[in-house]
Nanobody, 125 residues
Framework: VQLVESGGGVVQFGGSVRLSCVVS????????MAWFRQTPGKEREGVSY????????YYTDSVKGRFTISRDNAKNTLYLQMNNLKPEDTAVYFC???????????????????WGRGTQVTVSS
């Protein structure tokens, strides 16, 4: 199993970036895919998820209206379009995969089976 993120970098306040996560080794459309982020000394935070079955999405409040999660099941790829970036969005962003079963909290890190290594996004002010 592999999840490989790309697209991070340094971007100016108010700018945009698109993250990608290419996966292999499991049946992509059977999994909920999510983006998490983490800054030094803090717990990993759930940003957004998208279900494989029906495309249902969720966003944490701080990114609503600015970030868009999507997936291309034919390409086994997850995306996160990040617009109007703020310095507080600076973090390492991780993609993660969870087999799609009923759970109470789809943004709980412990529910996720597979993780990428992360890509750094730095928003300069």
């Amino acid at each position: 199993v592999q999840l490989v993120e790309s697209g991070g970098g340094v971007v100016q306040f108010g700018g945009s970036v698109r993250l990608s996560c290419v996966v292999s080794g499991f049946t992509f459309d059977h999994y909920v895919m999510a983006w998490f982020r983490q800054t030094p000394g803090k717990e990993r935070e759930g940003v957004s998820y998208i279900k494989g079955s029906d495309g249902t999405t969720y966003y944490t409040d701080s990114v609503k209206g600015r970030f868009t999660i999507s997936r291309d099941n034919a390409k086994n790829t997850l995306y996160l379009q990040m617009n109007n970036l703020k310095p507080e969005d600076t973090a390492v962003y991780f993609c993660a995969a969870m087999i799609e079963v009923p759970v109470s909290n789809l943004m709980r890190t412990a529910n996720y089976d597979y993780w990428g290594r992360g890509t750094q996004v730095t928003v300069s002010s």
